[in-house]
């Protein structure tokens, strides 16, 4: 199994709900919350899907290098 990680900026401020293709039996709830909520979650085990832990912990080892390359 692998998986891919991607970092894109995007304005998600009016972003909720639920996503993704009916015909693919896809059922994408959002949240949109800060980064810092994000990591304290994930420290707490409320977030506990194995994926999003590697991608919050990735953007939080990288993030002064990703905020750089957004400038």
Same mark, same amino acid.
């Given at each position: 199994?692998?998986?891919l @990680?991607?970092? #894109?900026? &995007?304005? #998600?401020?009016a972003?909720?709900? $639920?996503?993704? +293709?009916? #015909?693919?039996?896809? *059922? @994408?709830?959002?949240?949109? @919350?800060?980064l810092?909520?994000? /990591? !304290? +979650? &994930?420290?707490?085990? &409320?977030? *506990?899907? #194995?994926?999003? /832990? @590697?991608a $919050?912990?990735?953007? =939080?080892?990288?993030? *002064? !290098?990703?905020? =750089?390359?957004? =400038?």
């Open positions: 199994m692998s998986m @990680i991607f970092c #894109a900026r &995007v304005d #998600a401020a972003l909720g709900g $639920l996503h993704g +293709l009916e #015909a693919e039996g896809e *059922d @994408i709830k959002v949240h949109v @919350i800060p810092e909520e994000a /990591i !304290k +979650l &994930v420290a707490e085990g &409320v977030i *506990d899907n #194995a994926g999003t /832990i @590697i $919050l912990q990735w953007l =939080q080892l990288n993030l *002064d !290098k990703v905020l =750089q390359n957004w =400038q």
